[in-house]
Every structure is written in C-alpha cells, then in structure tokens.
C-alpha cells in the first residue's frame, strides 16, 4: 500500500509529538540504569580518603538496587580511579559525561581533583555532588547544577583555628600544608582566620608530600616558639612525618589538623603508638562518641549494618564511609523524586531542608549549595579511634 507524503509527514510529526510529551519511548528507557559517574581517588598519595568514602558508597548502591533500585531502574556506577591527579580527573569526567552519558556525576573526591573538573562537568550539564573542602568549589550562578555534601574550608578552620586559639590557648601557631591543590587552598585560607582572631602565626609553608625529611621544616617552627602544629594534608605518609618527627625532637606541642591526622592508615605508619599523643584531628559529631562513649543513634544503627557488611571500619575514618553512603542516597532521592533531568535533580536538590543524612544533616537553597551545618564540625582525639570513630577532644561537653 502506498503511504502519501502528507500521510508520512504526519506520522512523522504525530511521532515527535509522542516523544516529546513522553508518551512513546522505547521499553529500554524505562529499564535502563541510572548511570552514576563515579571519580574516587582509590590510588596514588591522596587515596586515604577515597577508599574510605568507597566502602560506603558502594553499601548504598548495593542496598537501593536490592530494594529495587528508583522505580524499577538499578543504580549504575561508572568508576573512574583519578589517582590523586587532577589531569586524570579532567580526563574521566570528561569521558563519563560525553561518552557514557551520565545522569549525575559523584564526585571527585579530593579537592585538587575537583577543582581542575567541576567547570567541565558544569560545561556538559551533568548535575554534580562533591563533599570537597575548598571554599570556591560551589557557586549557584556560575555552576547551578554543582552540590556540596561535606563542610567548606572556612567551616573547617573556624573548627579547628577556635580550637587552637580559645581552648588550647596557644599564641604562637605554625601552619604547614603539602603542596596539593587542597594543601595550599588551605593555608591561604587559614592564616589569615588565625591572625584575624589574634594568634601570632609563627611559621607558613608547604612541603612536598613525598618528602622523606620534614625534620628541617619542624625545626624553624620549633624555633619560632610554636606551640601548636597545623598540618593541612589528606597525605597519611606525610602526617605520620609531621607525627614521628615531633616526637623524635621529644617535642611536647600539639597537632591540630586534617582529620587524616586520625586515620588508621597514618596510625599504621607511626613508629610507636604514643606517637598519637595530642594529635586533634578535625571530626564531625554525627561520627563521634559523646562523653559518654555513645555514637548519636542514627549512627549506631549504620555500624551495625557495616559489621553485618563485613565492611572494615579499623583502617579508615567511620565518616568517610558513612559520606559515601550519604552521597548516592542523596542522588536517588532527587531521581525518584524529580525523574533523571538534570534541571529537575537541581531543582529538588534546591529544596532539600534538614536531610537526615548519616554523616551530616544536609540544606541546600538555590542560592547555598554548600549543605553542611557548622555547629556538626569537631575536634576529637586520634588516639581515642575504635572502629573509625573518636571521642571528642578534650574541652568539647556532651
């Protein structure tokens, strides 16, 4: 039989018109998964952080997919190893939003990383959830679609700056950074917090990470009257050094940091336990036992279920498992909620008030993508870690 060209014309039109509306798509739409860019830094200086935030993020996508996934369609994670190097991290995003075609993007994961990627997941308009620290990673109006989960620099160091200053009470403070992207972030960030809150900064630098003597370093602190050390790295070889050197030069100042500084991979590297004396590392409360060693409830029942996992808590940090697990929750209720569009993820994410999430309680508006609330960041005891948590430091009630 033959079709006329007004009658194909039509068909043709009649067609669009489906699609456009949604009413015909192929059976594969509806099944297909929803695809997760994934960019953790498993390997490579600064991978502490990664594999930690790993366990917990693989947890959730094995938990929602058993559950059904959102609406039938599974949770797809397209991982992508940046090794700690930003390039590498410019490289698979790039990949995993041309080629792969993801509905959302997690990460990356460390900031330097972050930094070199975010205006080019931007760029391909792929929504976006990091947990970085430095303090221009998220701006509504030039990366409308870029989320935060974790705490900014300036949240970090007002923590950490009021503890060195009001509790411990030191007047003379060295601050010392490795020379990543998040290191030096950091130490421009947190220098002038101190001076502005009247301690003298007696010493500020970076070192290379991979440097095998930081005694040189530690001596013109030491010199300068230093009496507290602020070491920004998530580098736990370079922390232990800080460590193992201040105890070697029988130096009785404390650290006060990075929450590396707690992690089991830099415990791993001191050379005798006492080392971890008056280390305070930067903690979250929702991951550390009160005064009366108990975890806030919502947390207590996760560790179990990590116990019920097999996950280890002993070598990493309780809350980068639980941030990982946080981040794909996060996606999958913007997608059950709004669909997989990437202004309707936005949009919802925009309206998120008080998120229960296991690491942090999450608010986010169209003009604050940064999520975290301050009053949930701490100082805790590295030598107090049992099963990735910590007890808060001394000076700190409830």
Excluded at 94 to 116: Q, Y
Excluded at 123 to 150: E, M, S, Y
Excluded at 180 to 190: E, P
Excluded at 353 to 382: N, R
Aim: hydrophobic residues 40%; charged residues 20%; positive net charge.
């Amino acid at each position: 039989m033959k079709i006329s060209r007004r009658k194909a014309l039509a068909g043709s039109a009649a067609s669009a018109a489906a699609l456009a509306t949604g009413v015909f798509r192929p059976a594969i739409a509806q099944s297909e998964p929803i695809r997760i860019g994934y960019l953790p830094a498993l390997t490579g200086p600064s991978s502490s952080t990664g594999i930690g935030i790993n366990r917990g993020t693989e947890l959730a996508v094995k938990e929602i997919n058993a559950a059904g996934g959102i609406k039938g369609r599974q949770l797809e994670l397209i991982v992508r190893d940046t090794q700690s190097d930003p390039t590498k991290a410019v490289n698979a995003s790039t990949e995993l939003t041309r080629r792969h075609k993801v509905h959302v993007m997690w990460g990356p994961l460390n900031s330097g990383e972050a930094l070199a990627a975010t205006p080019l997941i931007a760029r391909d308009n792929v929504p976006q959830i990091h947990p970085c620290w430095v303090d221009g990673l998220t701006d509504p109006k030039k990366w409308p679609l870029a989320f935060r989960n974790g705490p900014t620099n300036q949240q970090i160091g007002a923590a950490a700056n009021h503890y060195v200053v009001n509790i411990v009470k030191a007047k003379k403070v060295a601050v010392v950074s490795d020379t990543t992207g998040y290191g030096t972030a950091s130490l421009n960030a947190y220098v002038p917090m101190l001076k502005t809150m009247g301690a003298e900064v007696v010493y500020e630098g970076t070192i290379e990470a991979n440097n095998p003597d930081v005694k040189p370093e530690m001596l013109r602190m030491q010199s300068g009257g230093a009496q507290a050390i602020m070491p920004w790295s998530v580098n736990a070889g370079f922390l232990s050094r800080l460590i193992n050197t201040r105890a070697e030069m029988n130096w009785d100042v404390p650290i006060v940091g990075q929450t590396t500084l707690g992690s089991g991979q830099t415990k791993a590297l001191l050379k005798k336990p006492e080392y971890w004396e008056k280390v305070y590392p930067n903690n979250f409360r929702n991951c550390s036992y009160d005064s009366a060693s108990k975890l806030p409830p919502r947390t207590v029942e996760f560790v179990d279920r990590l116990r019920k996992a097999n996950i280890d808590m002993s070598d990493t940090l309780l809350w980068w498992i639980a941030l990982g697990y946080d981040g794909p929750r996060l996606i999958a209720d913007a997608i059950k909620e709004a669909g997989p569009e990437p202004q309707a993820i936005a949009d919802y994410w925009n309206k998120v008030s008080k998120w229960p999430g296991v690491y942090a309680t999450i608010t986010w508006t169209p003009e604050l993508h940064d999520g975290f609330q301050s009053e949930e960041i701490i100082m805790c005891q590295a030598n107090s870690l049992k099963e990735g948590a910590f007890t808060l430091a001394p000076g700190y009630t409830g």
